[in-house]
């Protein structure tokens, strides 16, 4: 027996109904074969089917007992006495940054805050559980999970996930810098 362990990018889909889900998957079947998908809610053999026509890798998760929260969620520490207190490791990095393009197959995982000065070239990937900040035209994949992203638009072969969201190009602008954040539970874009 072989057994390794795995971190996997997962989405939770919630299917409400048919034709929206169906809609859902052909807009964004490229970057979703990329995902463990955990699909729950109405889950029936049209939805299964498109699924399995796609070839998505999915988990029906209708009868599971998980509980799934959006919200990150700090950790409170109790006060202390100083005596007590460890102390802090020091960090050798706080900012990992890339002053050039990242070029086409490279793929990028960064548990720190990632500046690119150059654009995310398409077959590219970039994945930061930080905020990232972009300045050139994103081509291929970005995932970020961040409080924050900041770049200067999406071309056509890109695409961005952002805190769990698939962000529609459509709603940005190309060559304007842009900060998108979430404020109550919804995505906001901003010129900067």
Known sequence: ?????????????????????????????????????????????????ILDDEGLCYKDISTCKLRFSGVKRELEVPNVAKKDVLEEPVLKEKLKIYDRPIRSGEEINEELPVVVFGRINSGAKLFSSQSVSIYGIIDGLVQCDGDYIVLNGIGNMGNLIYNGEIIDRDILKKDVLQKITIVNSKIVVKEV
């Open 1 to 49: 027996m072989i057994v390794k362990q795995k971190n996997l990018r997962v989405f939770h889909i919630t299917v409400e109904d048919e034709k929206s889900f169906a809609l859902y998957i052909e807009k964004n079947k490229i970057i979703l074969m990329e995902f463990f998908l955990l699909v729950d809610g109405e889950v029936s053999g049209a939805v299964t089917k």
